[in-house]
């Protein structure tokens, strides 16, 4: 259970089996990561805030600076590894555990999506379908198999770069919007579409195959990019989908994304993707994958 006090919100304290459940999966988890090469980091909970606003918790410390609480690993990983990244160096590998602070969860539940266990793979490109295969090991462990996930697929930016192809220009966050939750009347109506361009971004939006749609809307190198890893998924299981607009890829990612969905939950259990660090010396290709702890255990149960 979880511990019967009120806490503030976007924390999260535990109890009793619910406790003893996730530390176990955690070091199951960990032990994995560990011999597959990745090097366990311990990374603070509080960071220098930058200038730009942000969703999280933010205090001002007695020196006057201005410090946040983290939100999430995988941005807060890449600044502060920065500076030991090179872009010819040997790949670097490393993977975490612990709590995340959000003051306003996506969704109120039992146990919030508050605790994540994770790797990133710096120095590494098109690493996306690597990051999905061990994501899924780690499920297993914590009792989850991949008959019981739905994977959604996708890459960041698409839709943005269908839009505008669209459009002519950049989209207006209303019709970003609108494809997102798939309102394609509304989307032919306002971008004042043909019956055949209407028709493809139809397909595109449902999960259509692909050849049906990616000539037409111009994107069909950008799809062609997660063919491997359906493929790969399909091979292990998995229903697999393509996603035009990834709703839970984060800003930074910039490549393949994926999402892996509970079917007893009706939640997020990991997502991960392709994304590019900015090191001293240059930019470096990553990618990585991050698991709602909690979540994978509740959907195991």
Avoid at 117 to 141: C, I, K, M, P
Wanted: include cysteine; hydrophobic fraction near 45%; glycine fraction near 12%.
């Amino acid at each position: 259970m979880n511990a019967p006090s009120k806490v503030p919100a976007g924390v999260l304290a535990m109890v009793g089996e619910t406790a003893r459940r996730q530390r176990e999966a955690e070091n199951r988890c960990l032990d994995l990561l560990a011999a597959e090469g990745f090097q366990q980091v311990h990374l603070p909970v509080l960071e220098f805030a930058g200038d730009e606003p942000g969703s999280g918790y933010r205090f001002v410390d007695r020196a006057g600076h201005l410090i946040a609480l983290r939100t999430d690993f995988t941005p807060l990983a890449a600044r502060l590894l920065a500076p030991c990244l090179e872009p010819d160096a040997p790949p670097l590998h490393v993977c975490y555990a612990g709590e995340v602070i959000r003051p306003q969860p996506a969704r109120l539940r039992r146990l919030p999506e508050l605790y994540q266990l994770g790797f990133e793979s710096y120095g590494v490109r098109d690493g996306a379908t690597r990051a999905l295969a061990l994501t899924l090991e780690l499920l297993r462990l914590t009792g989850v198999e991949p008959a019981a996930c739905h994977l959604a697929v996708g890459v960041s930016g698409l839709a943005e770069k269908v839009l505008g192809r669209l459009c002519g220009g950049p989209p207006a966050d209303e019709l970003v919007e609108l494809l997102r939750v798939a309102d394609v009347d509304a989307l032919g109506d306002a971008l004042e579409l043909s019956p055949g361009r209407r028709a493809a971004l139809a397909a595109a939006v449902l999960g259509e195959p692909a050849a049906g749609w990616a000539g037409r809307l111009g994107v069909a190198g950008e799809v062609g990019r997660v063919g491997p890893l359906l493929e790969a998924a399909r091979a292990a299981g998995l229903d697999a989908s393509f996603e035009l607009a990834p709703r839970l890829a984060g800003d930074y990612y910039r490549g393949v994304v994926f999402s892996l969905w509970g079917r007893h939950t009706r939640a997020v259990l990991a997502g991960g993707g392709e994304y590019v660090v900015t090191g001293v010396h240059g930019e470096v290709p990553a990618a990585g994958a991050c698991l709602a702890l909690g979540i994978a255990i509740e959907e195991a149960a």
